[in-house]
């Protein structure tokens, strides 16, 4: 048996002399078209084309001519223009080759001569594309505007790469102006335009006229270990602390707004300085963009004062205040000292007991007189003969709210005497907690000062204007830590106040600003009332599931890049992704 490459080489026609002209030879015709092609290919109706507002039957497919293959990816945007002007701007979201001629290029034969030649004939294939249809973009009194797809293109219609700002922009529904997150991307790959900068800016709403600015619907940002999200965060927090940030009060004047970040691994107080990686270039390219950056001057590191842990700074020049939380607080908060285990029952013990204390000792009743009013055996044997707290309930309910003698009334100013300090218009305070070793005093610490914001902020009788007046995104790192449903007291009384403020946020101007590698952790009623979800790698699969973003982006997170994010804002825009800046707009990483 002969071997199946010879055969495979063989030339029946091949005579092994010199060729010779005959009169039956034909003269080679080219089938290029003359002319230039005016884009990336057509619409092809050879399997029917359809826009309906059934997703499932929409048939939307296009040939990609030869030249163009290697260019087009999906994701991208294209445009395939009506005849009348208007335009459907769509998504690629399949791509697919399929034989020209009936063949079964399967076989033997057909694989050993692919194995011989350097190329692929990409003329021997159809290269189609099936495409989404985002919306039809038309102009109206000058302005370019966009409606949901009503209406079908025509066979053979070409498709362009979308390349200009303006329709990209329209298409996708990204604001003009707003607060910088990042550029669009596809597949890892910054989309280009023909403008100058080329390359297409991602965009929050922020300003009443388009609705409510969303920085007041407040942000969730997910990403695992090493995604780059605290790079993100500080980068978008910094917009918030541009100089020209203001939002309107109820009193009519326009105010800027204050950032608390809980900073449980001491990064944020960084934003004070310059990044020194950001050079003139650099900058003028920012500015370009109108991207605020640099450090805020107007930063101050609020330390809480623990037992005798001690606070030290080297990487960060930010002014640091020393507080601590006064036993006062609990009157109005009994669930800071509920711990994690006090039913019901206890609960209300608990709640009676701080009663009788603070009207026995007034606003001034300190942790160790409290616990001194728990230790009079006197008073637990009151109560039990009178039926009011029961023997076993009043010593359980001791034992909870023991140990937090560390935490509050320590040697540093209140918290509550600090606040016109804490709360600064255009000021940016950090709350580091990683000097704390004890879990239990830094929920407290930070459940404490966040409950004081949030209350103020939902109170119709305040009793400090100055968080009242101030517009306050709060910033929460490690979220998932603090705001977790939990079968717990404490955690029906955390997550019911977060859940209530952040309904309440667009009125009372109190954003929420939560950055987690567990958003599957964050309690339902607070993770319904987000409204933007930017989303950088993450590997676990539950964590990619609970941040709902559309199936098409849900499988890009695991393989995304340091930087890579999805951005899910269904007020803002369409489902995109983003590329992040690379370089910090501040100080970021320890030396």
Same mark, same amino acid.
Do not use: W
């Given at each position: 048996m002969s071997d199946l490459g010879d055969f495979a080489d063989h030339d029946p026609d091949d005579t092994g002399g010199e060729e010779t002209a005959t009169d039956d030879d034909f003269e080679a015709v080219s089938v290029t078209p003359v002319g230039t092609d005016r884009g990336i290919g057509t619409l092809s109706a050879s399997e029917?084309?359809?826009?309906?507002?059934?997703?499932?039957?929409?048939?939307?497919?296009?040939?990609?001519?030869?030249?163009?293959r290697s260019t087009v990816r999906i994701g991208s945007y294209l445009i395939a223009s009506y005849p009348d002007g208007e335009r459907l701007f769509c998504r690629i979201v399949a791509l697919e080759y399929a034989q020209e001629f009936r063949s079964d290029d399967a076989t033997e034969i057909h694989a050993r001569r692919a194995m011989r030649r350097e190329e692929v004939d990409e003329q021997d294939y159809k290269f189609m594309a099936t495409l989404e249809p985002v919306a039809v973009l038309y102009s109206e009194g000058g302005e370019l505007k966009r409606r949901m797809t009503d209406r079908v293109p025509k066979p053979e219609t070409v498709v362009r790469q979308a390349e200009d700002d303006e329709e990209i922009k329209t298409g996708l529904k990204i604001p003009a102006e707003g607060v910088f997150l990042g550029h669009l991307s596809v597949g890892g790959e910054k989309v280009r335009t023909a403008a100058e900068p080329p390359t297409i800016d991602y965009r929050l709403k922020d300003d009443y006229e388009a609705g409510d600015p969303l920085v007041f619907r407040h942000t969730l940002v997910a990403g695992g270990t090493g995604s780059g999200k605290t790079h993100a965060a500080k980068n978008v927090l910094r917009q918030y602390l541009a100089e020209d940030r203001r939002y309107p009060i109820e009193d009519g004047r326009d105010v800027a707004p204050a950032v608390v970040q809980f900073d449980p691994q001491d990064e944020y107080a960084q934003m004070h300085d310059d990044n020194p990686d950001i050079d003139a270039d650099y900058e003028r390219r920012l500015e370009r963009e109108g991207v605020a950056h640099g450090g805020v001057a107007d930063t101050k590191a609020f330390v809480p004062t623990v037992g005798d842990a001690t606070y030290a700074a080297s990487h960060h020049r930010a002014e640091q205040v020393e507080f601590t939380i006064p036993f006062s607080m609990v009157r109005n908060r009994p669930w800071l000292i509920a711990g994690s285990k006090l039913n019901d029952n206890q609960y209300g013990a608990l709640q009676y007991l701080l009663k009788r204390f603070f009207d026995q000792h007034g606003s001034g009743g300190t942790y160790s007189q409290f616990m001194s009013f728990?230790?009079?055996?006197?008073?637990?044997?009151?109560?039990?003969?009178?039926?009011?707290?029961?023997?076993?309930?009043?010593?359980?309910? #001791?034992?909870?709210? =023991?140990?937090?003698?560390?935490?509050?009334?320590?040697? !540093?100013? /209140? *918290?509550?005497?600090? $606040?016109?300090?804490?709360?600064?218009?255009?000021?940016?305070?950090?709350?580091?907690?990683?000097?704390?070793?004890?879990?239990?005093?830094?929920?407290?610490?930070?459940?404490?000062?966040?409950?004081?914001?949030?209350?103020?902020?939902?109170?119709?009788?305040?009793?400090?204007?100055?968080?009242?007046?101030?517009?306050?995104?709060?910033?929460?790192?490690?979220?998932?830590?603090?705001?977790?449903?939990?079968?717990?007291?404490?955690?029906?009384?955390?997550?019911?106040?977060?859940?209530?403020?952040?309904?309440?946020?667009?009125?009372? #101007?109190?954003?929420? =600003?939560?950055?987690?590698?567990?958003?599957?952790?964050? !309690?339902? /009623? *607070?993770?319904?009332? $987000?409204?933007?979800?930017?989303?950088l790698n993450l590997g676990d699969e539950d964590a990619i599931k609970a941040v709902n973003i559309p199936s098409n982006l849900e499988g890009k997170v695991p393989y995304m890049e340091k930087g890579q994010m999805v951005v899910y804002s269904p007020d803002n825009s369409e489902p995109v992704e983003l590329i992040g800046l690379p370089r910090c707009l501040t100080r970021h990483g320890q030396d």
């Open positions: 029917g084309l359809v826009i309906s507002e059934d997703d499932d039957e929409t048939r939307l497919r296009a040939y990609i001519t030869v030249a163009n728990l230790d009079d055996p006197a008073l637990k044997e009151e109560l039990d003969e009178s039926g009011r707290v029961h023997e076993a309930t009043f010593d359980a309910v #001791r034992r909870r709210a =023991f140990g937090f003698g560390n935490v509050f009334d320590q040697d !540093a100013r /209140p *918290i509550t005497d600090l $606040v016109r300090e804490f709360v600064r218009p255009g000021g940016l305070t950090t709350v580091p907690t990683y000097h704390l070793n004890d879990s239990r005093a830094t929920t407290t610490v930070v459940l404490a000062v966040a409950s004081l914001l949030v209350d103020e902020k939902l109170s119709n009788d305040p009793s400090f204007e100055r968080i009242k007046e101030t517009p306050l995104v709060l910033g929460m790192d490690e979220a998932h830590n603090f705001l977790t449903d939990a079968d717990s007291v404490q955690a029906d009384k955390v997550i019911g106040k977060f859940s209530e403020v952040a309904k309440q946020g667009r009125k009372e #101007r109190l954003g929420l =600003f939560l950055i987690t590698q567990d958003p599957q952790d964050i !309690a339902d /009623p *607070i993770f319904k009332q $987000v409204n933007t979800t930017v989303v």
